[in-house]
């Protein structure tokens, strides 16, 4: 059974910057990804980014240049660096480890984070 536990989610002011981890545990085996996914208020939820353990990475156009996804060398913990965060990047983050067809899909439990002055 695979388990995502994140962690670094909090309060910061606009401008600042946020940390978060994610580490899958049990038995994955490559191709997959691993992807940041954030839901506000009221909106959907949208993905942030994602990076396959090809390498190939994907970014929302709102976060370009200010988020960045990597993975460790064991390809089972995803870091999404987050700076000159905004209002509008305030949500719920949910970690997501994904293979096509269905091979997996697990999900975190979210992780709360909350640009405010």
């Known amino acids: 059974q695979v388990q995502l536990v994140e962690s670094g989610g909090g309060l910061v002011q606009p401008g600042g910057s946020l940390r978060l981890s994610c580490a899958a545990s049990?038995?994955?085996?490559?191709?997959?990804?691993m992807a940041w996914y954030r839901q506000a208020p009221r909106n959907q939820r949208e993905l942030v980014a994602s990076l396959d353990t090809s390498g190939n990475e994907v970014y929302v156009d709102s976060v370009k240049g200010r988020f960045t996804i990597s993975l460790d060398n064991a390809k089972t913990t995803v870091y999404l660096q987050m700076n000159s965060l905004k209002p509008e990047d305030t949500g719920v983050y949910y970690c997501a480890l994904q293979a096509p067809w269905g091979r997996y899909d697990y999900w975190g439990q979210g992780t709360q984070v909350t640009v405010s002055a």
């Open positions: 049990g038995n994955i085996f490559p191709p997959y990804l």
